[in-house]
């Protein structure tokens, strides 16, 4: 297991085979092996030339230097560790939880690579790795995670009536035969970023009386899929003119 320092096989010789005592190694002689490695991976260990004749089938040995197991911790939204810490919303930035190691280096020196982060909404999985062969991680190599959609408070749209004002007459419109309704408008700052939001509004009506308009996210802008917009909702008249009411 890797630990850091160089490793090999240890190569001993021995006259008769038949007679080889595996518990008392130290009765034969140590060969100089050369070939020795500390990274985690498979090589082949070499006896370097001596006062004996080794046959070409004991020349080498393959050996492996496994990786060295630890543990890590993930964490999410201010460091926490529950589910809900793992649930982000939406805010213009690349977001995703954090991973640390917590234990089985033996005190040796392990970093992580950087965790893949994202900014659109949408669910995700976030991968831990060492960033050398040397460790492997035995728990929690992943972490799923979401980044919730940000919700729109209704009271910022922006709704404007006639000629763009947004006094109560300016939603009062002239009967005309034509279909009326007011505009909205949607601005956010978000990171310190002046956003324009996509809406459209439905409800327009050439009937005279009362309605309401509703504004909703264009889904034709592929921006607003980050977004979440309910009860945006104005009142407006259609009103009969003075002049065609008397007529």
């Not at 010789?13 to 020795?36: F, S």
């Not at 004002?165 to 909205?184: I, Q």
């Amino acid at each position: 297991i890797y630990d850091g320092q160089p490793h090999a096989p240890e190569a001993r010789r021995i006259p008769d085979r038949a007679a080889y005592n595996p518990a008392n190694p130290a009765t034969y002689d140590v060969l100089p092996v050369g070939g020795a490695m500390t990274d985690a991976g498979v090589y082949y260990a070499y006896i370097l030339p001596c006062n004996y004749e080794i046959d070409d089938a004991d020349a080498d040995c393959m050996f492996e230097i496994r990786p060295r197991e630890i543990t890590v911790q993930w964490s999410g939204v201010n460091g926490g560790t529950s589910a809900a810490d793992f649930e982000y919303t939406y805010n213009g930035l690349a977001q995703g939880p954090s991973v640390t190691v917590t234990g089985g280096t033996n005190g040796l020196q392990c970093n992580l690579k950087p965790v893949i982060k994202y900014v659109d909404a949408g669910s995700y999985t976030a991968y831990a790795e060492a960033d050398s062969g040397n460790f492997v991680i035995l728990n929690g190599a992943s972490q799923n995670f979401t980044v919730k959609k940000m919700t729109i408070n209704p009271n910022d749209v922006v709704w404007a009536g006639v000629n763009g004002g947004t006094s109560a007459n300016d939603f009062k419109f002239a009967a005309d035969g034509n279909p009326h309704a007011p505009t909205a408008t949607l601005e956010l700052t978000i990171n310190g970023a002046q956003v324009t939001i996509t809406l459209k509004v439905t409800g327009a009506t050439a009937a005279v009386g009362t309605h309401k308009a509703y504004a909703t996210l264009d889904s034709s802008d592929i921006r607003n899929a980050n977004f979440t917009l309910s009860g945006a909702e104005k009142i407006f008249t259609v009103e009969e003119s003075a002049i065609r009411a008397i007529m």
